[in-house]
Structures are given as structure tokens and as C-alpha cells.
């Protein structure tokens, strides 16, 4: 099974060893949950794309220290993070993007119609941000409920929570 931890520890152990075969396998696992992510905190399809290359490099880089511990996602998710926390603290100065640039860049598929968009665009934009990275992260990137807790720093049932008062604001917006 290729989305199983094992598969993804041995991609990163071929890796390490230089295998480009291997990260180019380990791409197309995890590049999904690491644009969404990014997506999520960075509010920027072009910025999001540079995170997932970045932290495809870093992995590369790395990977030779890499650890198993069961959850290589999680290892590779805060790779993610820490490029995003990066960035974010480089462009503090500048003005933050708009969220409507954020939800264009969801619809970038061609898989969700201008009806679908805006739809989105009017949920997502009545959550708090809080309230929408636990969402995405868990919708779009697929993490557990304790994968976010961990990646975000806080306790499992704050995300729990967040994510329960999420969904039923959702409701409540398609209603």
C-alpha cells in the first residue's frame, strides 16, 4: 500500500541514499497534503507551490536525519510549517492576501464551478482563521485531529472544538 507509513519510511531511507526515483514517488504521495497545508497559511497559490518545492528540497536535504517514529507525514508536515512560519515572518511587513486570492486558487483545478467557488468563497470567509485551518487541514490534507493538534501546538480538544464549531457554522452558512 503506498500511503502506508513503511512505504513512506523506506521512500525517505532511498532518499537519504540519493534515489531521485524515490523523491520524485514521495512527491506524488505527498504533494496534496503539503500544498493544501501550505495553502491553508499561506493564502497564495504561488506561494503554497513554493512551499511544497522547498519542502521537497529540505526533505531531500534531511533526509539522512530522519528518524522513524511511525509518522512520516507528520515529519514532513512540519517541514512544511517551519517553510511557511519562514516565509510568513519575511513578508510580516507586507499586507496580507486577500482571502478571495486564497479561494481562487482552490477553484485553479477547474473542478469546482463559478457557483461551487463562490459558495465556498461565502463559507470560508464567515470562519475565523483558527477555525479555517483546522478545516482545510483535515478536509484537504487529510491529518488526523491529533496530527493538527501536534502540528498546530495545541491540545486535542481545542482542535476538536475548533473543528466541531467549524462545521456547524458551515451548516448553518448552507442552510
Known amino acids: ?14 532518499i537519504s541514499e540519493g534515489s531521485k526515483s524515490a523523491l520524485a514517488e514521495l512527491y ?5 497534503p503539503v500544498y493544501s497545508y501550505a495553502l491553508s497559511v499561506m493564502k497564495s497559490p504561488q506561494d503554497a507551490e513554493d512551499v511544497l ?21 507528520g515529519w514532513i ?9 519562514m516565509k510568513l515572518r519575511r513578508r510580516r511587513a507586507q499586507a496580507e492576501e486577500p482571502l478571495e486570492d486564497y479561494i481562487n486558487g482552490l477553484g485553479e483545478s477547474g473542478r469546482l464551478s463559478p457557483e461551487e467557488l463562490a459558495v465556498l468563497k461565502s463559507c470560508l470567509g464567515g470562519l475565523a482563521d483558527s477555525e479555517r485551518e483546522v478545516i482545510l487541514l483535515h478536509a484537504l490534507a487529510g491529518l488526523k485531529h491529533r496530527e493538527i493538534a501536534e502540528l498546530l501546538g495545541v491540545s ?8 466541531n464549531r467549524s462545521v456547524n457554522k458551515l451548516r448553518k452558512m448552507l442552510q
Open 77 to 85: 508536515i512540519s517541514i512544511a510549517k517551519s517553510i511557511c512560519l
Open 1 to 14: 500500500m503506498q500511503n502506508a507509513p513503511g512505504w513512506t519510511d523506506e521512500r525517505i531511507r532511498l
Open 53 to 73: 518545492q522547498d519542502t521537497l528540497l529540505e526533505i531531500w536535504r534531511s533526509a539522512g536525519a530522519y528518524v522513524s517514529r511511525g509518522k512520516p507525514m
Open 28 to 32: 506524488e504521495q505527498i504533494r496534496t
Open 156 to 163: 486535542l480538544p481545542t482542535v476538536l472544538s475548533r473543528y
